[in-house]
T-cell receptor, first 117, second 114 residues
Framework: DTEVTQTPKHLVMGMTNKKSLKCEQH?????MYWYKQKAKKPPELMFV???????INESVPSRFSPECPNSSLLNLHLHALQPEDSALYLC????????????????FGSGTRLTVV | DAKTTQPTSMDCAEGRAANLPCNHS???????VYWYRQIHSQGPQYIIH???NNETNEMASLIITEDRKSSTLILPHATLRDTAVYYC???????????????FGQGTILTVHP
C-alpha cells in the first residue's frame, strides 16, 4: 500500500458543528502532516507529527485540534469554524521528519474539501 | 529553507518538451531541490529531487546549474495530463538525505495544449 487515504472527500458543516477529518497510511511512515490549501494558493503547513507526537504547530487557531492515535492514523478535529476556514485539507506522510532518510519525499492524500456555512 | 522563484504560468504543446525554470539563488550547501506537481483537485505528487548532479527518472529530468542557484525541470514529451501546478522547493539535507518541512511557493501553472 503506497497511498494516503483521507475521509471524507467532501464535508459541509455549520459554524456550531463539531466534525473530524481522518487520514490513514500503511507505509510505515513515522511522520504525518496536515496542510490547508485555499483556492488558487499553495498548500500551507498546519501541523507536523513525528513518532505520534506533535512536533510543529504553525500557529494554527485552537478551533483546529489534531490527534495522532497511532502511527497509521491522523485526525483533525474541527469545532466552531468560520466560513474563511473553507479550504482543501491535505494530509501527507513521510518516513521521518527530523532525521534524514534517503529518498524521503512526502506522499499526499487527495484531500478533504471542507465548506463551512 | 531557501526561497524559490518560478514563472507564474507557462504553455507547452502536446508532445513537446516542457522546460520549467526555478531560481533559488540563496540555496545553501545543505539543501536539496525538490519538484512536486498538483493536478487540479488532487494532492501534490512528488516528481524528482537532486542536490547538485542532474537527475532523471521515469517522470522527468532535473538539471541543476553548477553554482546551484537555479534548476530546470524537464518533461520530455508533455501530454495533456501533465497540465498542473509545478512547485520547486528547497529542503534541508543532512548526510546525503533530506528531511524537515516541505514549504510550497506559488509554483508555475503549466498548461499543455493539443
Amino acid at each position: 500500500d503506497t497511498e494516503v487515504t483521507q475521509t471524507p472527500k467532501h464535508l459541509v458543516m455549520g459554524m456550531t458543528n463539531k466534525k473530524s477529518l481522518k487520514c490513514e497510511q500503511h507505509m510505515g511512515h513515522r511522520a504525518m502532516y496536515w496542510y490547508k490549501q485555499k483556492a488558487k494558493k499553495p498548500p500551507e503547513l498546519m501541523f507536523v507529527y513525528s513518532y505520534e507526537k506533535l512536533s510543529i504547530n504553525e500557529s494554527v487557531p485552537s478551533r483546529f485540534s489534531p490527534e495522532c492515535p497511532n502511527s497509521s492514523l491522523l485526525n483533525l478535529h474541527l469545532h466552531a469554524l468560520q466560513p474563511e476556514d473553507s479550504a482543501l485539507y491535505l494530509c501527507a506522510s513521510s518516513q521521518e521528519f527530523d532525521r534524514g532518510r534517503r529518498g524521503d519525499g512526502y506522499t499526499f492524500g487527495s484531500g478533504t474539501r471542507l465548506t463551512v456555512v | 529553507d531557501a526561497k524559490t522563484t518560478q514563472p507564474t504560468s507557462m504553455d507547452c504543446a502536446e508532445g513537446r518538451a516542457a522546460n520549467l525554470p526555478c531560481n533559488h539563488s540563496t540555496i545553501s550547501g545543505n539543501e536539496y531541490v525538490y519538484w512536486y506537481r498538483q493536478i487540479h483537485s488532487q494532492g501534490p505528487q512528488y516528481i524528482i529531487h537532486g542536490l547538485k548532479n542532474n537527475e532523471t527518472n521515469e517522470m522527468a529530468s532535473l538539471i541543476i546549474t553548477e553554482d546551484r542557484k537555479s534548476s530546470t525541470l524537464i518533461l520530455p514529451h508533455a501530454t495533456l495530463r501533465d497540465t498542473a501546478v509545478y512547485y520547486c522547493i528547497v529542503r534541508v539535507n543532512a548526510g546525503g538525505t533530506s528531511y524537515g518541512k516541505l514549504t510550497f511557493g506559488q509554483g508555475t501553472i503549466l498548461t499543455v495544449h493539443p
